[in-house]
């Protein structure tokens, strides 16, 4: 690393936010714990019996997962750089508890007969 670009370097958005981030999202319990393994499931193809969140960026987050007798790193990265500590939960809880939006009724479109 140059000295220039070790100057010109900021620390990441969320650094002094992301204990408060993995506390918060430990107090949700079982719900969290069995979202964390859905998501394992459904974006890496991996079943997992444990996975814990080790680690928050403004880039994404890291999941230590044992399934079987491994134990590993898992990376999941944010649809876009969190600016703050707001941005990342949000990203985090969307990832996590994906909402099924509706598709909107169909109209059929009706013929009125005139008189």
């Not at 070790?6 to 620390?11: S, T, V, W």
């Not at 918060?24 to 079943?47: V, Y």
């Not at 990265?77 to 703050?84: G, M, Y």
């Amino acid at each position: 690393v140059e000295i220039e670009d070790f100057m010109k370097a900021q620390p990441d958005a969320i650094a002094h936010s992301a204990t408060k981030i993995i506390s918060r999202l430990k107090a949700g319990g079982e719900k969290t714990t069995q979202a964390l393994k859905s998501l394992c499931w459904r974006l890496k193809g991996i079943q997992v019996e444990e996975a814990v969140l080790i680690g928050v960026d403004s880039l994404g987050f890291d999941l230590r997962i044992c399934s079987g007798t491994q134990v590993e790193t898992v990376r999941f990265s944010f649809d876009t750089r969190a600016t703050s500590e707001y941005s990342a939960e949000r990203q985090l809880n969307d990832l996590l508890f994906p909402r099924i939006h509706p598709k909107p009724p169909k109209f059929k479109q009706t013929h009125q007969n005139e008189c």
